[in-house]
């Protein structure tokens, strides 16, 4: 796949191009607006998940460009507890939703692929003896 789509519309003053690192972006950040989404992952192949970091925004995200359509794969990492097919069909609307009104293509296909589920780990309480207490001035 190229760097740039082809082109994507022709006007009088010329080309416009959406390159698919844009589309990849905007369906990233599609799915972790998603309730339920503990965050993207990069596949099985990294490893790593990336929990609702925003250091790469198409992390876990594949698009194919043609003159006028665009497949989305997103590739997640679920909240323990919630309803999978539920989630999916929201990433899938949502990412739909937000491809087409940005850049005006037809989206076709968004896939939704769930590499793992996050526990929430409960949460830690720290107590401090009354010696340990630093009064501040």
Known sequence: MSTIAPDYEKTDMGNIQIAPEVIEIIAGLATIEVEGVAGMSGGFASGVAELLGRKNLSKGVKVEVGQREAAID??????????????????????????????????????????????????RVIEEDATSVIKLK
């Open 74 to 123: 997103v590739s997640i990492i679920i909240e323990y507890g919630q309803r999978i097919p539920s989630v999916a069909s929201d990433i899938q609307r949502n990412v739909k939703q937000a491809i087409e009104s940005m850049t005006g293509l037809d989206v076709i296909e968004v896939n939704v692929h769930i590499h793992g589920v996050q526990f929430k780990t409960p949460e």
